[in-house]
């Protein structure tokens, strides 16, 4: 069973090889939740995440034969980062095998740290599966992304710096997916500070720890598309279980959408990069799914590594939720002077127009006519609703584009 001994020897053993992350009072999101929010950016390690901790822990751990004969992991990417540049900086050999749509930026960079990386598999379960039936053929020595001692007292270490940075925090929030982390954390929190708060945080899409805890063990969940597939595991760790029984206070849920919302508000309010499975916790906090009001609350901004194509679709799809970008179709008179008029009125709206398309063919418009389709740039739906207001006292006809 892990202890907090254990723990503070894992800190000891890491302690210059890590960099102690931030805890950062935020002022933005503590007016939004209703509490007093300190963000740990996780997402400023070396290679984007928190996982640095309990990969550098079990190498250091490794016996000289495990050393020599090299190491294997299955990871849907930022183990698998961590676990190469600390392996490859110490000259040990190290085979990552990643599902086949691992994010290319995660691929990359585990190629870049000097790692052999092989894909296979749809889920970070297959991948996991062909990963240990190889390494025993290869005689590599397994490290496991959660349920492994050393990997989460590694991760653990995060729980006693938290509490040296603020040692009156009321409660931490933390994503799970295989329960590595939060086991790690709240082994050492309520070991120094039992009525500290510990609330774990899942997708909607893959719940395994939830659906463990429920079960009493374990259990398998169908495979589900989550944009935050850091946490994208379909069974939770056995070692991870019995932690987050003993320690954690309750494990919610978030959906696509509040995850995706708090990786927006995190780039623009807060200008922190964080993938989905690091907004997560946040994301909890946001929907008020924590239930924490009025606390001194720790949010674990646990990794960085978004594909840059996914957060430039997360940024436009919330500009369009927040009513701050705006597409519409308008039919105008097809003759000389129209489309000037128009501008004109998008523009006393002081809106901006960002994209346009003409077709006089489609759409139902008679001869004589054209429809044009606008994307709209405002400040905030209220803003977008008095363009509309506008267009409508102007008499033009139109509709907005979903």
């Known amino acids: 069973m892990l202890t907090v001994e ?59 034969e495990e050393l020599r004969r090299g190491v294997i992991a299955a990871s849907a990417g930022n183990h698998a980062q961590a676990l190469a540049y600390h392996a490859c900086r ?56 959660f349920d492994d001692d050393e990997v989460i007292a590694g991760q653990g270490t995060l729980g006693l710096e938290i509490l040296d940075q603020h040692p009156s925090l009321d409660a931490l929030v933390v994503p799970v997916g295989g329960g590595g982390l939060i086991g790690g954390i709240a082994s050492a929190v309520k070991c120094r500070r039992p009525d500290v708060e510990i609330v774990g945080v899942q997708t909607v899409a893959m719940p395994s720890m939830q659906a463990a805890i429920q079960a009493g063990t374990p259990v398998t969940l169908p495979a589900q598309p989550t944009v935050a597939d850091g946490i994208a595991v379909r069974t939770a760790g056995a070692r991870t279980l019995e932690l987050v029984q003993k320690y954690v206070d309750r494990i919610v849920t978030v959906d696509e959408e509040e995850i995706a919302q708090a990786i927006l508000l995190l780039v623009e309010r807060e200008k922190t990069v964080a993938e989905g499975a690091g907004a997560a916790a946040l994301a909890a906090l946001l929907a008020g799914k924590s239930g924490l009001h009025a606390r001194k609350v720790g949010v674990l901004i646990s990794g960085g590594n978004v594909d840059v194509n996914l957060l430039a679709r997360i940024i436009e799809r919330g500009l369009v939720r927040d009513g701050r970008r705006v597409r519409v179709r308008v039919c105008l008179q097809d003759r000389p002077g129209a ?64």
Not at 339 to 351: K, M, S
């Open 6 to 64: 254990r723990i503070e020897a894992a800190r000891e053993r890491i302690r210059n090889l890590i960099f102690e992350s931030p805890l950062v009072f935020t002022e933005t999101l503590s007016g939004l939740t209703g509490n007093s929010v300190y963000l740990k950016l996780e997402n400023l390690q070396m290679t984007g995440s928190y996982k640095e901790r309990g990969a550098l822990n079990r190498l250091l751990t490794l016996s000289p």
């Open 90 to 145: 110490r000259g040990i050999a190290c085979e990552i095998w990643m599902p086949v749509h691992t994010p290319l930026i995660k691929v990359s960079a585990t190629r870049g740290h000097g790692a052999e990386v092989v894909l296979h598999g749809n889920t970070y379960d297959d991948a996991f599966e062909a990963a240990v039936h190889h390494g025993a053929e290869a005689h590599l020595t397994l490290i496991h992304a």
């Open 339 to 402: 489309l000037e008029r128009l501008a004109a009125t998008v523009a006393r709206q002081n809106a901006n127009i960002i994209e346009t398309f003409y077709n006089r063919q489609h759409f139902g418009v008679s001869l004589g006519e054209t429809a044009i389709d606008m994307t709209l740039e405002t400040r905030s739906g209220n803003h977008a609703r008095d363009l509309l207001s506008a267009l409508s006292s102007a008499q033009y006809d139109y509709q907005l584009i979903s």
